[in-house]
């Protein structure tokens, strides 16, 4: 049940959170295509049984952090049925995203799984490329430029023209997780159509890099697709594990700023 659960963390890190180190200034057909309001609901099936459910929003008002003006953006995972009995989740996830450069300025996590408890705050200065730490104790970290924390790098992927990759192009990224900066790398698979609870939809595939453990069945075994459109919303996330499958299915959303792009029959 704990695999389980790591398997999920560790999807949403790998594909969400860590994104392409860009310039500080985003080219204005890159702003982003989200804005306040807006509610994505996701549940999680390990194979045939419904185990969790997960909700990503951004609040409908404009905060300020660190003089700047943020999207304040919630992510919020329970499990559900049995898996709640046998092992109880309720996490939350919370960054403040910079509305013009997309990076983060303050990132929060509260976990609660089963007995264990985590809290972290998280304090960016992108000028001095510096982050202070705080849990337990404090620290302060260094950091690269247009480092994205877990939730952060979510959003900024969604402002990739995805029309400028050719399939088996690799995207490298650096991110933010728990006092530390990782690399990591996805590859571009092209566009594929995709049945989700929400509808079938166009979308662009991207494989990330999986390192070697004893969850994931070989390097290649999450897929992401966004949808192909101007949104870029994660409609679908499929790991096979090294023992049975995860899949992440969007099943409803309000607040897009643009129309989803629904596959039609031919």
Not at 169 to 198: H, L, N, P, S
Request: hydrophobic share 35%.
């Amino acid at each position: 049940m704990n695999k389980f659960y790591l398997a999920i963390a560790t999807m949403f890190l790998i594909v969400s959170g860590f994104v392409v180190q860009q310039p500080l200034d985003i080219p204005t057909e890159e702003r982003p295509h989200f804005g306040t309001g807006e509610v994505l609901k996701y549940k999680v099936h390990y194979g045939l049984i419904n185990a969790a459910e997960a909700e990503i929003e951004i609040a409908p008002e404009i905060h300020h952090v660190n003089n700047r003006p943020c999207y304040r953006a919630n992510v919020f995972g329970k499990t559900v049925g049995s898996f709640d009995f046998f092992l109880r989740i309720r996490d939350t996830w919370r960054s403040f995203i910079d509305t013009s450069l997309i990076v983060p300025q303050k990132y929060y996590r509260n976990v609660e799984e089963g007995k264990y408890r985590k809290k972290e705050n998280v304090t960016f200065n992108h000028n001095s490329k510096t982050a202070l730490v705080e849990t337990k104790q404090t620290l302060t970290l260094k950091i690269p430029d247009r480092v994205q924390d877990v939730v952060s790098g979510f959003y900024y992927l969604r402002t990739l023209d995805f029309d400028r990759y050719r399939p088996g192009d690799v995207i490298r990224m650096k991110g933010y997780f728990y006092k530390k900066i990782y690399d990591m790398q996805v590859v571009y698979k092209g566009r594929e159509t995709i049945d989700t609870k929400a509808g079938t939809f166009k979308a662009f595939k991207l494989v990330p890099k999986m390192p070697s453990t004893d969850l994931f069945a070989g390097e290649s075994s999450v897929s992401v697709y966004l949808s192909d459109d101007k949104n870029k919303v994660p409609v679908l996330i499929k790991a096979n594990l090294l023992v049975g499958a995860v899949k992440v299915d969007l099943y409803e959303y309000s607040g897009l700023k643009y129309r989803l792009n629904f596959a039609t029959s031919d």
